[in-house]
Nanobody, 119 residues
């Protein structure tokens, strides 16, 4: 059974930083593109960032320059470093995995971790 487990969420003041982690129980982790999506209060789920098998990265315009996605294939881990956080970044952040290359219809999802940014 595939599991994606997020951690690292919490409460932070505007301008602060958080690092989210995602542990994946994927046998062939390196064959998956990994991504982060989020859902803010009263909003639809939206794409945040993704990293392909090759290491190519993609970001939503709203987080470009502030967030960095990375992966460690040896540890089956994906990370999202979030800097210069804004109140509008408040959301539940979900880790997701998609076989081969990224597309906004992942094969697997985590349960999510709450990020709250206070003004």
């Amino acid at each position: 059974q595939v599991q994606l487990v997020e951690s690292g969420g919490g409460l932070v003041q505007a301008g602060g930083s958080l690092r989210l982690s995602c542990a994946a129980s994927l046998r062939t982790f390196s064959s998956y593109a990994m991504g982060w999506l989020r859902q803010g209060p009263g909003k639809e789920r939206e794409f945040v960032a993704a990293i392909n098998r090759s290491g190519s990265t993609y970001y939503a315009n709203s987080v470009k320059g502030r967030f960095t996605i990375s992966r460690d294939n040896a540890k089956n881990m994906t990370y999202l470093q979030m800097n210069s956080l804004k109140p509008e970044d408040t959301a539940v952040y979900y880790c997701a995995a998609r076989w081969a290359d990224w597309a906004n219809r992942p094969d697997y999802w985590g349960q999510g971790t709450q990020v709250t940014v206070s003004s």
